[in-house]
């Protein structure tokens, strides 16, 4: 009896990868001595893998090349010194994004597994795991947002006469003044004028005292944003319905877009994440050809170095490669493990870093020439112009279209290639957050269509949730998710904790040796090692601190006024931003607490890998793309004990199920 007991109890020597629950992914039940008369469960479904050579490194590219190198890239560039932003920018590129990149997606394919269940390579860094699914999660929530408002820019460009290009639709008010005028205006400031027969005083850009509000600022504020409606954060008012519509339209979209896994991912993102370049050509074609354009690059490109200087500068650089790398959200992970084991990601990684970078200096190139084109047309100088964000793709480049011939055409490919931009970045993160929350319950979500039908329960949360952000009012939720849930010091604090975890405590030669195994050949690693070790953890908890110094509360900037949230704002906020980061002590802490023994005995269980040899994740959980065509053949006939009954090995007990596990 004592020995039953001793033996059902696993030793901390005998504790294995089994325990962790991602792993309870078997192909049949292996039943024990006292299951014989269980009948076997059905097999579960394949876990999946990229079909094509291409899949991998479009849905890298689809899913980091997004808005952000549209409308956050260039908008930084020209105001940190121009052509003298890329230096900083590439230096922290160098020494903080690309190694973690690599990390990430090397992590996934070695383990198969998704954000959460890939830290089974050491386990006390699980909640880094747990971290990126609540970030990602939280993302999704409020990205789509962006989607519904490029659908309906887009359904709005489909006539003669843009809308936000005159005054005479029922949203604007008695102010409103189009573009001509306001360029009129502005160039006879402190005088009198005639315009159709009716004389005006202009004074400090006022006419007869009021000051007016741009055609495309009105359809913004009071079409799509109805924002005129809310009094605040506390005052959501009432749902927008037309937005309502686009928003449930971007979910279906997503939906099918991921409902059969990397089957239908790897399909659209051949169209989502190459099409929007043939967009972006056709669009660079017009816009350098525009009067003004010129200005506009110089504006952009030319270099000030004594930007460099200023620490808030660096700063940018950092915060930029971290987002526009999407660096810390667990999605890396999970789109390389449905990679095959020996796939070469160390040359995709290659490429996606230099396409990412790239489209980020190349789409500077067309917003810019756009820029200078609006300065010149309205004579105001181009910093006044050019905006970031949202106030960039919603507002000064529709602006900038509406004065071009044949505005509608170019404004339907604009926001067509938004759309197309945001949709393979909230796919993607979507099928990132399924594939850790089916890695984690493998036993329950892989069988018949429970997949498909989890992927839906995902998007319908994500939908209600969005409704809050598409109410008169949503433009201030809206504002404190982007602002905290994953702003750069939940990020930052991912970041630095994975290179510790592989850095300190996993070993950067043992990980390197992984590299070898996938590869076939040997990562010449000395400055991906020092990187791991020590440039990239003090560069991402330098910049940490940095942001917490130099931490503004939110607010909301409407062209009438500034809106200052009101204490609970603010509480919310940074319980968004608190939820994520709390995760990696407190899960941390538990498995230390659960582990038994000495301090040094614990210290070496929770920090050992729990990984099963290669050879033996087929047999026993189902991973079939780590076993390739051409590795050493694999029995698959599980042992036999002494009654005749199908055991486990020897050195692996029973899986226990993941709702049993922290």
């Known amino acids: 009896m004592e020995k039953e007991t001793k033996y059902s109890k696993v030793s901390r020597d005998e504790e294995d990868i089994p325990r962790m629950p991602n792993y309870d992914a078997r192909p049949t039940t292996i039943a024990t001595a006292g299951d014989v008369d269980k009948p076997a469960q059905p097999k579960l479904n394949e876990r999946g893998t990229w079909s094509g050579k291409l899949d991998f ?90 989607l519904a408002w490029a659908i309906f820019y887009m359904f709005k460009s489909f006539t003669q006469v843009l809308p936000w290009s005159h005054c005479d639709n029922s949203w604007n008010t008695a102010h409103c003044a189009n573009f001509t005028f306001i360029a009129d205006v502005r160039k006879q400031n ?121 620490s808030q500068v660096w700063m940018d650089a950092a915060t930029q490669v971290f987002f526009s790398y999407s660096i810390g959200l667990g999605t890396w992970c999970a789109l390389s493990s449905f990679n095959k084991f020996h796939h070469n990601f160390w040359r995709d990684c290659i490429i996606f870093i230099g396409v990412n970078s790239g489209t980020s200096i190349y789409a500077g190139i067309v917003i810019f020439s756009v820029i200078g084109f609006m300065s010149v047309t309205q004579g105001v ?57 089916v890695d984690l319950f493998p036993n329950y979500l892989r069988r018949g269509y429970r997949k498909e039908l989890f992927i839906l329960g995902v998007c319908i949360w994500s939908f209600c949730i969005g409704l809050t952000m598409v109410s008169y009012g949503g433009m201030y939720v809206f504002q404190l998710f982007d602002y905290y849930s994953a702003s750069g010091s939940a990020l930052l604090w991912i970041a630095f904790f994975e290179a510790i975890a592989i850095g300190w405590v996993y070993g950067p030669n043992n990980f390197l040796d992984h590299f070898e195994e996938m590869l076939g050949f040997r990562v010449k690693g000395y400055w991906i090692r020092i990187c791991w070790v020590f440039c990239t953890p003090a560069f ?18 409407s062209f009438h006024e500034t809106y200052t949230y009101p204490t609970g704002g603010y509480v919310f906020g940074w319980m968004l931003a608190i939820t994520s980061m709390l995760m990696v002590p407190i899960i941390a802490g538990i498995q230390f607490y659960q582990a038994e023994g000495t301090f040094y005995e614990r210290w ?59």
């Open 190 to 310: 402190n005088s009198q004028i005639e315009i159709d027969g009716m004389n005006y005083t202009i004074v400090d850009g006022k006419v007869n005292g009021t000051k007016l509000v741009p055609a495309v600022i009105e359809f913004w504020e009071r079409k799509v944003l109805k924002i005129h409606l809310s009094d605040g954060f506390n005052d959501l008012a009432g749902l927008n319905w037309e937005m309502v519509g686009c928003l449930f339209l971007a979910w279906v979209i997503i939906y099918f877009c991921i409902w059969k896994g990397v089957k239908s991912t790897g399909k659209v993102v051949y169209f989502t994440a190459t099409f929007p370049y043939v967009l972006l050509t056709i669009l660079m074609i017009r816009a350098v050809t525009l009067e003004g354009a010129r200005e506009g690059l110089i504006f952009y490109l030319k270099p000030n170095m004594t930007r460099l200087e200023d």
């Open 604 to 662: 070496e269980y929770v920090t050992k890998s729990r990984l099963p040899p290669r050879e033996k994740s087929q047999e026993i959980f189902g991973l079939e793309n780590r076993i390739e065509k051409g590795d050493a053949p694999i029995s698959i006939i599980p042992q036999l004990s002494n009654a005749g009954n199908i055991t486990p090995p020897p050195s692996y007990p029973e899986a226990i199920d993941a709702s049993n596990a922290v």
């Open 57 to 146: 490194v479009l849905a890298l590219i689809g899913f980091s090349v997004g808005l952000g190198n549209v409308w956050r890239f260039p908008y930084l560039c020209y105001k940190n010194g121009g052509g003298a932003f890329l230096i900083p920018y590439f230096l922290c590129l160098l020494l903080g994004g690309i190694p973690l990149v690599i990390m990430e997606v090397a992590m996934g394919q070695y383990t198969s597994q998704g954000g959460i269940t890939c830290w089974a390579i050491c386990p006390i860094f699980k909640g880094i795991g747990v971290a990126s699914i609540v970030i990602i999660q939280f993302l999704n929530y409020y990205y789509n947002i962006i």
């Open 381 to 437: 100088p181009i910093d006044e112009v050019a905006r970031s964000g949202p106030g960039l793709a919603f507002v000064a480049y529709p602006e900038g279209i509406a004065q071009m011939p044949v505005a509608p055409l170019w404004s339907v490919m604009f926001f067509f290639m938004v759309l197309l931009l945001g949709i393979d970045s909230q796919f993607v993160g979507v099928e990132g957050l399924v594939t850790a929350i």
């Open 540 to 557: 991402a908890i330098a910049i940490f601190l940095f942001s917490l110094i130099k931490y503004t509360p939110l607010e909301y900037t």
